[in-house]
Nanobody, 116 residues
Framework: QARLVESGGGLVQPGGSLRLSCAAS????????MGWYRQVPRKQRELVAV???????EYADSVKGRFAISRGNSEDTVHLQMNSLKPEDTAVYYC??????????WGQGTQVTVSS
């Protein structure tokens, strides 16, 4: 089964930028959507941004205008450009891939810390 491999997390100051990337370890077919979720301790994982197979995108209200999701060179690769980062964006970010057959793939998570 394919794995999702994430990269790009780290420590950044408030107002800074980071770019997260996610790629499937092998080809995945029937992709419906790819996206990013985030989670902080003692809270539920929340959707940050998603891009559908047709190119449509959706964002959490808290990140609209600051984050941008895009596909890479292959349809099983996705990026998340995060600008104007705030301390409340601090979380573990998880990549997700969902197929039209409702199979979900998850990455291992990458830590994003926004702090001065």
């Amino acid at each position: 089964q394919a794995r999702l491999v994430e990269s790009g997390g780290g420590l950044v100051q408030p107002g800074g930028s980071l770019r997260l990337s996610c790629a499937a370890s092998e080809s995945v077919f029937y992709i419906n959507r790819m996206g990013w979720y985030r989670q902080v301790p003692r809270k539920q994982r929340e959707l940050v941004a998603v891009i559908f197979a047709g190119g449509e995108t959706e964002y959490a209200d808290s990140v609209k205008g600051r984050f941008a999701i895009s596909r890479g060179n292959s349809e099983d690769t996705v990026h998340l450009q995060m600008n104007s980062l705030k301390p409340e964006d601090t979380a573990v970010y998880y990549c997700n891939l969902r197929t039209t057959r409702l199979t979900n793939y998850w990455g291992q998570g990458t830590q994003v810390t926004v702090s001065s």
